[in-house]
């Protein structure tokens, strides 16, 4: 699987610079200048490390990261001036993992990136995938791939169950449909990606809707969250 990192730095040339070392032929590298631009690239696809030059707005990154960490769990390497030092605890307590402050060599910033991304990726490839059950009514076995709904086994296709089971992993979480898509196709395509995944959860919504409860929500110009049994 291609991995992918996000790079959101104001200075063209610092940003270039990592983009150079960091991107190979499995790994994408995004650069993007001002907040807007990385949240919109951010909840269009799963990133394996997050660059973040803290200098562009202190208010503006830690906005960033609330969004960056309710919504994954990508690990976020800050570079900053800045030496002081409650600001710099305040970066790490909003979400970021490790923090580099200048001046920095390029050999220092690469090496720590390529140690979150490798973290990341041994993560990935080792997590322990679990029983989820809600209430009584809905159980998900990603081992077995079923899927009981008020005591009977829904018949799901191999996507609708990658879906069911990508929500349904992470209760509240928002997935835009280009997310959803990335992580369940694990591919680009040149086909309308909005009309494949609709459908697929429409389809979905509809095998899950006998026991008279809304598990996927829409989030109106984002995409879907699943609805665990405490959401009203």
Excluded at 25 to 34: G, M, R
Excluded at 159 to 172: H, M, Q, R, V
Excluded at 173 to 182: D, I
Aim: hydrophobic share 40%.
């Amino acid at each position: 699987m291609k991995k992918s990192v996000l790079i959101i730095n104001a200075n063209l040339q610092t940003a270039k610079e990592i983009q150079n070392h960091l991107l190979s032929p499995d790994t994408d590298v995004i650069c993007v200048a001002d907040i807007s631009d990385a949240i919109k690239a951010f909840v269009q696809k799963e990133f394996c490390l997050v660059v973040l030059d803290a200098d562009i707005s202190a208010q503006d990154d830690h906005l960033l990261l609330k969004v960056m960490r309710k919504a994954r769990t990508s690990p976020i390497l800050i570079l900053s001036s800045c030496f002081c030092r409650e600001e710099r605890l305040e970066l790490i307590r909003k979400g970021a993992h490790a923090y580099i402050g200048e001046p920095y060599s390029l050999d220092e910033c690469l090496a720590q990136a390529k140690a979150l991304m490798q973290l990341y990726c041994d993560l990935k490839q080792h997590e322990i995938c679990y029983t989820l059950a809600f209430g009584k009514n809905l159980v998900v076995d990603p081992q077995t791939r079923q899927v009981v709904l008020g005591g009977r086994e829904l018949k799901l296709t191999p996507k609708e169950f990658d879906l069911l089971f990508c929500l349904a992993s992470n209760p509240g979480q928002v997935f835009s449909r280009e997310q959803l898509y990335a992580q369940i196709w694990d591919e680009y395509s040149a086909y309308n990606v909005d009309e494949v995944v609709k459908a697929q959860i429409k389809s979905l919504r509809r095998k899950l809707s006998d026991v008279g409860k809304e598990y996927i929500k829409n989030v109106w110009g984002i995409g879907y969250r699943f609805l665990d049994e405490d959401d009203k």
